[in-house]
């Protein structure tokens, strides 16, 4: 046997507790599960168990040679797993969450398309707007908007770009374009989930807040940009949310000297470096139609 063998060998001695369970489990004979832990302790001048004849103990420093080869027999069997779902046709449900206005523009249009090239993947798509344990929930991935802080999970850009400040024709034609950012506290605005302290940028590069207010506050993206084009008043968030709407002249954007950046939206997902193919198939979807969005638009 090689080395490979007799660690593995090793291993499942101490897992099953017995040098027979051992040999069974694995198809050889009891002889050779005991010359491979003899291999072991003479190659590391360490004794790894305890025999008797009524039972095996494991030394201390049989317990952390143990656990670390099983650590890396583990990351062996999810590289195995991880080859061979790339061989495979990704197949399986995916547990996915993603904000309101997010899943409506971008994800629920690009779906056709998702499932003519993965027919075997079903989606479980939830909307919400609060923030999100990913594990608790027990999703596969989550889209969030905002800069990750102090959080276990990975992540993938998805969009980044600037804070616009928006209004319809019809408002402007109104009420007049604001000039700065102070004529925008003289505005009827409509407030967003992040309260009525708008962001500008200066011309020194510094951010400035202004105090908004107006006759409608809401917490969902989709009836800020509609209160938005229906003329209300003057609106802030990302340029994703809007840019449909200024593509097709329902929206002109104001004040885009003074633009902040916006917070980025991401893709999140268990820092697992073997996801399942349905689950990178997501991912890599994901990034693929905001990218051509971006490009396209």
């Given at each position: 046997?090689?080395?490979?063998?007799?660690?593995?060998?090793?291993?499942?001695?101490v897992?099953?507790?017995a040098?027979?369970?051992?040999?069974k489990?694995?198809g050889?004979?009891?002889?050779?599960?005991?010359?491979?832990?003899?291999?072991?302790?003479e190659?590391?001048?360490?004794?790894?168990?305890?025999r008797?004849?009524r039972?095996?103990?494991?030394?201390?420093?049989?317990?952390?040679?143990?656990d670390?080869?099983?650590a890396?027999?583990?990351?062996?069997?999810?590289?195995e797993?991880?080859?061979?779902?790339?061989?495979?046709?990704?197949?399986?449900?995916?547990?996915?969450?993603?904000?309101?206005?997010?899943?409506?523009?971008?994800v629920?249009p690009?779906?056709?398309?998702f499932f003519?090239?993965?027919?075997?993947?079903?989606?479980?798509?939830?909307?919400g707007?609060r923030?999100l344990?990913?594990?608790?929930?027990?999703?596969d991935?989550?889209?969030?908007?905002?800069t990750?802080?102090?959080?276990?999970?990975?992540?993938?850009?998805l969009?980044?770009?600037?804070?616009?400040?928006?209004?319809?024709?019809?408002?402007?034609a109104?009420?007049?374009?604001?000039?700065t950012?102070?004529d925008?506290?003289?505005?009827?605005?409509?407030?967003?989930?992040?309260?009525?302290?708008?962001?500008?940028?200066?011309?020194?590069g510094?951010?400035?807040?202004?105090?908004?207010?107006?006759?409608?506050?809401?917490?969902?993206?989709?009836?800020?940009?509609?209160?938005?084009?229906?003329?209300?008043?003057?609106?802030q968030?990302?340029?994703?949310l809007?840019?449909?709407?200024?593509?097709?002249?329902?929206?002109?954007?104001?004040?885009?000297a003074f633009?902040?950046?916006?917070?980025?939206?991401?893709?999140?997902?268990?820092?697992?470096?073997?996801?399942p193919?349905r689950?990178?198939?997501?991912?890599?979807?994901?990034?693929?139609i905001?990218?051509?969005?971006?490009e396209g638009?």
């Open positions: 046997m090689n080395r490979f063998q007799d660690i593995l060998a090793f291993v499942r001695v897992e099953l507790g040098f027979t369970a051992a040999a489990s694995l050889v004979s009891v002889s050779s599960i005991t010359k491979s832990v003899s291999r072991l302790e190659d590391l001048g360490i004794a790894l168990l305890v008797s004849t039972r095996i103990r494991v030394t201390a420093q049989g317990r952390t040679y143990h670390r080869c099983q890396i027999l583990r990351d062996l069997a999810g590289a797993d991880a080859i061979r779902n790339e061989a495979s046709s990704p197949r399986g449900s995916v547990r996915l969450w993603v904000p309101p206005a997010f899943g409506r523009q971008t629920i690009a779906l056709p398309a003519e090239r993965y027919p075997d993947i079903d989606l479980d798509l939830h909307f707007h923030s344990n990913l594990i608790e929930g027990g999703y991935l989550a889209v969030a908007s905002g990750l802080h102090d959080t276990p999970l990975a992540g993938r850009l969009v980044r770009g600037p804070q616009k400040t928006v209004a319809s024709p019809a408002y402007l109104r009420h007049g374009t604001p000039r950012p102070d925008v506290s003289r505005h009827r605005c409509v407030v967003g989930r992040f309260g009525n302290s708008w962001s500008f940028r200066t011309p020194s510094a951010t400035e807040t202004v105090q908004v207010r107006g006759p409608l506050s809401t917490d969902s993206g989709d009836a800020l940009r509609e209160a938005a084009v229906a003329g209300i008043g003057l609106c968030a990302t340029w994703w809007f840019r449909q709407d200024i593509e097709r002249g329902a929206l002109v954007p104001v004040l885009e633009e902040t950046e916006a917070d980025p939206i991401t893709i999140v997902f268990p820092p697992d470096r073997s996801l193919a689950v990178r198939a997501v991912i890599d979807f994901l990034v693929e905001t990218r051509e969005q971006k638009g």
